[in-house]
């Protein structure tokens, strides 16, 4: 099973931009569709983005679709969350997650999960 930690995480001002990575070691990492989750306080963990193993199909949720973009480097065993036009409502713990099987945007089709990176966004 693979080891994921995500880093980049941090306070920003709205509309400002961060970009999330996330290192995967102990597994086949190039064989993997990989998954962007968050969650706030108080609220279940949501689905924002993943990305298949070659990196050609992408999917978002619409909450972030057209500010967020989730890229990978297979050689880097990394994932990537570019996050752009941020707003107060984006502010959460994102979770970098190795797909298992079943539908792509539900937490439970994903095996593994990394310990988080917390995501501050100001007004």
């Known amino acids: 099973q693979v080891q994921l930690v995500e880093s980049g995480g941090g306070l920003v001002q709205a509309g400002g931009s961060l970009r999330l990575s996330c290192a995967a070691s102990g597994g086949t990492f190039g064989s993997y569709r990989m998954g962007w989750f968050r969650q706030a306080p108080g609220k279940e963990r949501e689905f924002v983005a993943c990305i298949n193993w070659s990196g050609r199909d992408t999917y978002y949720a619409d909450s972030v679709k057209g500010r967020f973009t989730i890229s990978r480097d297979n050689a880097k065993n990394t994932v990537y969350l570019q996050m752009n036009a941020l707003k107060p409502e984006d502010t959460a713990v994102y979770y970098c997650?190795?797909?298992?099987?079943?539908?792509?945007?539900?937490?439970?089709?994903?095996?593994?999960w990394g310990q988080g990176t917390q995501v501050t966004v100001s007004s």
């Open positions: 997650a190795g797909y298992s099987r079943g539908e792509i945007a539900t937490m439970t089709s994903y095996g593994s």
